[in-house]
C-alpha cells in the first residue's frame, strides 16, 4: 500500500512540481474512497427500468481472492500480533453492446448483495424495458442464481467458452490418446455450430469414473442450456468472459495485488471501490 501512494508523491512532482507528503495522499485518498463506499450503500435497488433502454447489454460477474491482513488490538508492535488471510471480492462489469464504456461494480458482501449491486451496474450501462441482458459467467451457481434474480426472462445465460475448453482439454489428453488435437478441435467446432447434444454424448461414451472426461461431461450436462454459442456468434456477442477477466487484472490485481501488500479489511473495501468508481470513465 505504502508502495501505491509512494508512487502517487512521484507522480504529483513530476505533473505539478510540488511535493506532497505520502501520508497526505493516503489520508485524502482513504477520504474520498469512504465516501464512495458511504454513496454505494445509500444508492437505492433496481426497481423500475426506464424507457426502452439499450438494446442488448453484455455483463458478467466473478469472484477474485485478495490479500489481507488482521491485526491484534494490542500496544506495541502491531506485526508481532498480526494474521494475514485471503478474502473473496466480487467484481461485476456491464456495458452496452458495441459501446466502450464499461462500468464496474464490486462487493465483499455476501451474493445477494453482489446481484444488486451487479444489477445497478447493468442499468448504468442501459438497461430498459425492452434490452437483452447476455450474461457471460464460469458455471459458479451463485451467478447463475443472482442472473435469474435480477434479470428474469430479459436474461440469457452463456457458459464462458474458455473454461468449457479448459474441461474438454483435459478429457482429450487422459482419454482420447494420439488424435487429443484434432478431437478437441471437433468438439470446439460443434459447440459453435449449434451441437452441443453430440459433444455431451461422446464425452458420456469416454466417461468413467473419476476420469477428466466424466468431470467434463457432468459439468456440461448440468448446463445444457447454457452453450447456445452459436446464437450468440450470430448475434456478434462474444462467448468469453475476456471482459470480466482484463477487469479483475486492470482494476483489482494491478493495485491491490502488490509484492508484499496486505490490506486491512476497512482500507481494502475502500480502495476497492474508489479503484472501480475510477473505471467508469469512458476510456476504460
Not at 145 to 174: M, P, R, T, W
Request: charged content about 30%; hydrophobic content about 30%; aromatic content about 8%.
Amino acid at each position: 500500500a505504502e508502495e501505491s501512494f509512494s508512487r502517487a508523491t512521484k507522480q504529483v512532482k513530476e505533473h505539478y512540481g510540488i511535493d506532497i507528503p505520502t501520508s497526505t495522499i493516503r489520508a485524502t485518498t482513504l477520504k474520498h474512497a469512504g465516501c464512495m463506499a458511504e454513496e454505494e450503500k445509500q444508492r437505492p435497488k433496481v426497481k423500475t427500468l426506464k424507457g426502452k433502454g439499450k438494446k442488448v447489454i453484455v455483463t458478467e460477474m466473478d469472484g477474485t481472492m485478495l490479500p489481507m491482513v488482521q491485526t491484534s488490538a494490542k500496544d506495541g508492535d502491531k506485526r508481532r500480533g498480526r494474521e494475514t488471510y485471503w478474502s473473496e471480492v466480487r467484481l461485476g462489469v456491464a456495458c452496452a453492446q458495441g459501446c466502450i464504456q464499461k462500468h464496474y461494480t464490486v462487493c465483499f458482501g455476501d451474493t445477494d448483495v453482489a446481484g444488486e449491486k451487479w444489477a445497478q451496474a447493468t442499468e448504468k450501462a442501459g438497461w430498459g424495458t425492452e434490452s437483452q441482458i447476455h450474461s457471460l459467467v464460469d458455471g459458479a451457481p451463485w451467478i447463475e442464481k443472482q442472473s435469474n434474480i435480477q434479470f428474469g426472462s430479459q436474461g440469457s445465460y452463456l457458459l464462458d467458452f474458455y473454461h468449457v475448453c479448459e474441461y474438454l482439454g483435459a478429457a482429450a489428453k487422459e482419454c482420447v490418446g494420439k488424435n487429443q488435437k484434432q478431437w478437441l478441435k471437433e468438439q470446439k467446432k460443434r459447440l459453435k455450430e449449434g451441437n452441443a447434444k453430440d459433444v455431451i454424448e461422446t464425452l458420456k461414451k469416454l466417461a468413467a469414473e473419476g476420469n477428466a472426461a466424466e468431470k467434463a461431461y457432468k459439468y456440461l450436462e448440468k448446463r445444457k442450456d447454457q452453450l447456445a454459442y452459436k446464437d450468440a456468434l450470430e448475434a456478434e456477442l462474444p462467448i468469453g468472459s475476456g471482459l470480466i477477466e482484463s477487469g479483475h487484472r486492470h482494476v483489482l490485481q494491478k493495485r491491490l495485488k502488490l509484492s508484499g501488500g496486505w490490506w486491512a479489511p476497512r482500507s481494502e473495501e475502500r480502495r476497492v471501490g474508489k479503484e472501480c468508481r475510477s473505471r467508469w470513465s469512458p476510456y476504460h
